[in-house]
């Protein structure tokens, strides 16, 4: 049986110096883009090595390999209803996950290599049509969000 997830998320946005934003569209969902996201793995697991496990695991990218600061916490976190489809993955009654929101910046020649069974296309877009492809619009306010801050 699998393990349960924890209704405690990460989403990060992964982008270039010119604004350029990252997006993956899901294995299980077509058309479903978005950025980087996934569950804790434990209550106690620190919001930034679980960004970084997740940016690896799904893009290959290791951040602990590009300049210190390049992930930043943006400090800000929702709450949103976890889609019904997706519920059995959790604990029972859970409906709610929270998300924390961070930023990583990566060098223009950065390569992307998507783990195969969870996505299968990749895209960089200028951060407004990133934000507008997202399926999430959270994602789209989490991107917009960082780049009105700059």
């Known amino acids: 049986m699998p393990t349960l997830k924890i209704p405690i998320s990460v989403l990060v946005v992964i982008y270039k110096p010119n604004r350029d934003v990252l997006l993956i569209e899901r294995a299980d969902r077509a058309s479903f ?5 996934g569950s804790l793995d434990a ?3 620190d919001l930034a090595l679980a960004a970084a496990r997740e940016v690896f695991e799904e893009t ?3 951040v602990d390999q590009l300049p210190t600061g390049a992930l930043q916490n943006m400090h800000h976190q929702i709450e949103y209803e976890i889609y019904p489809e997706w519920r059995f ?4 009654g859970v409906t709610r996950n929270t998300e924390h929101w961070f930023a990583l910046q990566v060098p ?5 290599t998507l783990a195969p069974r969870e996505h299968v296309a990749y ?3 200028p951060f407004e049509d990133a934000a507008k492809k997202c399926f999430s619009p959270s ?10 801050a700059s």
């Open 123 to 125: 895209e960089w877009l």
């Open 43 to 45: 209550p106690d697991e």
């Open 108 to 112: 223009d020649d950065t390569g992307v």
């Open 139 to 148: 994602n789209g306010e989490a991107i917009l969000k960082l780049f009105s």
């Open 33 to 37: 883009w978005q950025s980087v996201t």
């Open 89 to 92: 993955r959790y604990a029972p």
């Open 60 to 62: 290959g990218i290791a």
